[in-house]
């Protein structure tokens, strides 16, 4: 069982920087590979990026590459989503997902989600 909490999102101005952050708890969260998704008013949740467990593979959404990176610390039983240039249709509620590996189809824990906001 995993639980995750999300944090770090407000309201900030375009071009402006975020970092979002993800703590889980759970023994296993070390091998889990772990997501960030979003979800913007009256669209459809979206995935943004994920990483392996050991950090060595990243995968990005087109709409955000060269913009967002994602990191862990598994150490600190975390992951974090550093949001660059941002653009007022980044604005979304951004969830945090885990899976217990890659052949997983489908991101069975998630947290709350965190808001946030780009104004122009």
């Known amino acids: 069982q995993v639980q995750l909490v999300e944090s770090g999102g407000g309201l900030v101005q375009a071009g402006d920087s975020l970092r979002l952050s993800c703590a889980a708890s759970g023994r296993s969260f070390s091998s889990y590979v772990m997501a960030w998704f979003r979800q913007a008013p009256g669209k459809e949740r979206e995935f943004v990026s994920n990483?392996?467990?050991?950090?060595?593979?990243?995968y990005y959404a087109d709409s955000v590459k060269d913009r967002f990176t994602i990191s862990r610390n598994n150490a600190k039983n975390s992951v974090y989503l550093q949001m660059n240039s941002l653009r007022p249709e980044d604005t979304a509620v951004y969830y945090c997902?885990?899976?217990?590996?890659?052949?997983?189809?489908?991101?069975?824990?998630w947290g709350q989600g965190t808001q946030v906001t780009v104004s122009s």
């Open positions: 997902a885990a899976k217990p590996s890659s052949t997983f189809k489908d991101y069975g824990y």
């Open positions: 990483i392996t467990w050991n950090g060595e593979n990243t």
